[in-house]
């Protein structure tokens, strides 16, 4: 199961950022009334009417769109001064209302040229149109209204500016169809064409401003609707105006027929239009694919993670900390391990789970590691809501950022106190098999003292005073002498039992010589059974070299000892190489070993057989079990009664 990473963004649709559009309208806005004003003063007639012959921007109108553009640039600030918007609201709502009297009535404040005289305009000097004047008292009575906390004056504001918005659209429109068709059509000629282009970005910038009410605001959301009707928009205004240009201009030339131009316009207007939706729907399409396969995708990551949350919740102790340590997660294991209910622990600092186990020093080393955005691995002893103690084999991952900083730690874990337990007991048990081991050596070795004299009197006694003893006293001692030689063996045993592997080193041996050097140790009494012994080629191996020849040693033995009596002794040793050990195999013909023996036959001193059947201490497998240990490895019996015993044991490689 792999996780594979699926990239959401794909940009199909044109994006607008609302903030840079409404600077850039305010920066626009100040620029060109910077410029005018510049054009007034130093008599620059290009920059008050662009368009050669056609209307100037007064001085006045340049002068409030500096206004405006302060306006809309204060509207912007976090902290936005209603104050001084007001204050600038009502002077460009008085200058409007003053420019616009004169228009109506005899009275005349005479601020048309006040600053500036205008020499360019026959009628009406300096004074703004009537549409210039109306669109300011439109701007500064919906810029009133935006401050106002009631929602209705909002609503009226944000109508206002779009009638402002229709009203410079409709002027730029007549403009660019009357300069280019040199049509004599003309509803606000006395309007500048810059003055209908900035008007039309206030109207723009202002809706903008709004978030939901603003005529606009549906051009700057983030869903399907929103962003075709952005690739829309531009096509929709731009399409009539470029084909009634077209219209015009072959009107105006006689090329056509007024009812063939207009023919020609619809199947225009038709055919384009058909054109340009047949490529959105293409594009809309391809979209939709993109977007099922992104969809089908996340649904699998989907899954896989589910999965994958699965599983961790089943095996996993699961908490999310904060940087501070405050818990924000745990799942269902946490909760059963630690006796914490979710509503407990959550909101709680992660020092509560603390067992007092731990130094400062590794709490410390610990956060030094996870806050450098490394991740720490450890064993911790924690405690739960009842003051019982339980370890937990841990893992804390730190997640960063995007800025790269730490926002959160998970820490997974699992539950290793009983581990932690049975490594302790098994410590405790090698330290009392090796307190085992040296009292046997002690014993062992001490023993040996006394019964040397026992020995050494009882031969006395036999040797000088059997003629003084009668029948029964002989035979006495002669019990005496064999039980003491019997205990002799056995303490022997013992003893090299528990020297097995002391200051031993591994060499590396021939498996083959090994068998070799047995074999002969065994000649006579191979010879006097007539064994047959078979080997496989043995390898070559690091062992430790006394001890590993004295097993194959008592194995082979047993299996010439345990002979079925009317068969000849057939012995075979094998070997063979899995993965990283080796499996050696003594197999023989003899008598075989019940089932319900196999295990106990490894045990010090167990024997199946009395002396009298079979001689022997009963510590030779004991003795192999030791020597296999030693070595890393295992030894198990396969047999059946009657039909011969496979002894199998295994040395891993080194
Ligand atoms: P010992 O050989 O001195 O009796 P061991 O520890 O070597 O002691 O063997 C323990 C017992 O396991 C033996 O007494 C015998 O009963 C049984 N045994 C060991 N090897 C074999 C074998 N190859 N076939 C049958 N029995 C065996």
Redesign the pocket.
Known sequence: MILKLVNPKFKIYPQINKKVLIQGSAIFILVVSVLVIIGWLFKIRMLLSIVPGAPTMKFNTALSFLIVGTIIFLYLKKKKSSMVITLLSIFLCSVSIFTLFPYFFELSFNIDNLIVSDRYSRKFPGRMSIATTICFLVFSTASLGKLSKVKSFQKISDLLVLGIGIVSLQVIVTYILQILAKSSVLVFNSMAIHTAILFLLISIAFSAMSSKGGYTYLLYENHTGSKLARTLVPFVIMLPICLSFLLLFVLNNEWITTDVSISLYTIAYTVLSLLYLYHLTNRLNKADIKKKQLESSLYNTNQELMQFKYALDKSSIVMINDPRGIIEYVNDKFCEISKFTREEILGKSEKVLRSGHHSKNFHRKMYETISNGEVWLGGVKKMDKYGVYYWVQTAVIPFKNKSGDIYQYLTIGQDITRHKWLSSQYENLKLKTKEMEQFTYIASHDLQEPLRTVKGMSNILQQEYSNKLDKDGNACLEYITSATDRMSHLIKALLDYSRIGIHQKREKIDCNEVIDIVCKDLAIIIKETKTVITVDPLPTLLVYPMEFRLLLQ?LVS??I??RQENKTPKIHIGSEKKDKIILFSVK?N????EKKHKRI?FAIF????SLDE?E???????HSEKIVHLHGGEIWVD?KLGEG?T?YFTIPLI
Request: charged share 15%; hydrophobic share 40%; net charge positive.
């Open positions: 008592n047993n299996a000892k345990f023989d003899g008598i075989g070993i036959i167990k024997r199946l057989h079979f022997g201490t009963g510590i030779g497998l004991a047999s015993s002894f």
